[in-house]
């Protein structure tokens, strides 16, 4: 019989979770380390959930029952009146991130999960694999898996030359309690999958679960995102400046977001979004922002070391599909080593073919789908076709729409 293998993940959020579990199931020992010290729980906001995601969930034994998320049966657009110009029939599950993450983490043990374990480096041999880590501690395994997102330590020692490329715009994001929705407004919007469309611009927003992820009705969220074009030399840093006059680079910790940034938000959503929106905007205590970014690696392993999830491909939030990827590598990853009856580097081999071609499709569609918020920093003239505004219809189909993600992703 062969001794059980051990596997390091790096990174504990949503993409090391699923593969510890993804691996832990087929026998293997499993140490998740994750750089921050406590309960990611608090993280994130709504998730557009596709129907692969549960059924990877529900193949690794998690319970996935009705709770897991609100669902919308239509969308709507409106325009800057508030009127409907465009309704589509399209159902659509959302949950959320801390849903999501607190049934991984339930799953796997405690005790094999560390926090406050930073990555600092990798080495590998053919005897195996080794993480040191900032504090200067090592472990070693047969395996290490890279799904420390889309700044990814691990990525930087094995493929440096993939680096995330800006998209230029950023997403603003915020959560209202649907308690705190005035019922006019909650009449109108709470059960659609909502999209405002400013020129350049695209605002969405959706009932999610609320806090303590409850999905019974008024305990429920209320889910905003609104991209918005924003140039990465002259806006960003301003935004990323807090009170003190301290820049934090290319993001902010929410409450260090200055009154007038946030202010000014809510000032432009009266201006360019329906007012139902820019009502639900308003009330939101604290609207925070990421800018979006491409990421494509190369390869998704080399040695005995596998990129997961956002650590090798980030697509635009557009086609909604960040979480059910790193779900589909971790299994497809967990499917590949079991099969190859101990031979790693064949399985990691085949695992890199088929997850890179999903990645790489995913990343060129949802480009496509955010190619005119990116092109709002060129000047109209030089704007091709694909970067020229589409028609709502368009987008309200395809903007992370499962059917038809899916369908291009295994193409
Ligand atoms: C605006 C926006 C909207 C989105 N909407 C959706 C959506 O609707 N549906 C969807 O499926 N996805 C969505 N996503 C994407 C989704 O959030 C991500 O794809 C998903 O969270 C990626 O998970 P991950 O585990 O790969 O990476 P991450 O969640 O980034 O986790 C990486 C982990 O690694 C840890 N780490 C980092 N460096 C180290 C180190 N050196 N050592 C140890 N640990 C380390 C970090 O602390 C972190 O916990 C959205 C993203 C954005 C920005």
Redesign the pocket.
Known sequence: MRAQRRALV?????????AANALRAIGWDVTV????GDD?AS????????DE?LAVMRRMGLTVDETIGVMGRTRICLDRNGHTAHELPLPQL?SS?ARIYRLLKDAFPDADYRFG????GVEQDASGVTAV??DGSRAKGDLLVG????????RERILPEAQPRYAGYV?W?GLVDEWAIPPEVHRELFRYYTMCLPEGEMMLSYAVPGRDNDTRPGRRGYNH?W?RPTDYDRTLPGLCTDSSGRCHGISIPPPLIRPEVAARIKADARELLAPQIAAIVERTDQVFF?A?FDLESPRMAVGRVAL?????F????H????????AL?AECLAREIAAADGDLKAALARYDAERRRFGTNIVARARRLGAYIEAQLKPPAERTAAERQPPAEYLMREI?SAAVDIDALTA
């Open positions: 790096v990174g504990g959020s949503i993409g090391g979770l699923f380390f994750e750089r921050v990611l993280r994130g906001a709504g998730i557009g959930v596709h995601l959302q991130w374990m930073a990555l600092e880590f900032v799904s420390d997102g889309i700044r990814s330590t691990v997403a994001r995102i991209y990421q979006i997961l999830g956002d650590a090798a980030v697509a635009r939030p086609v909604g599909l960040g979480v059910t990827k790193a590598d992370g």
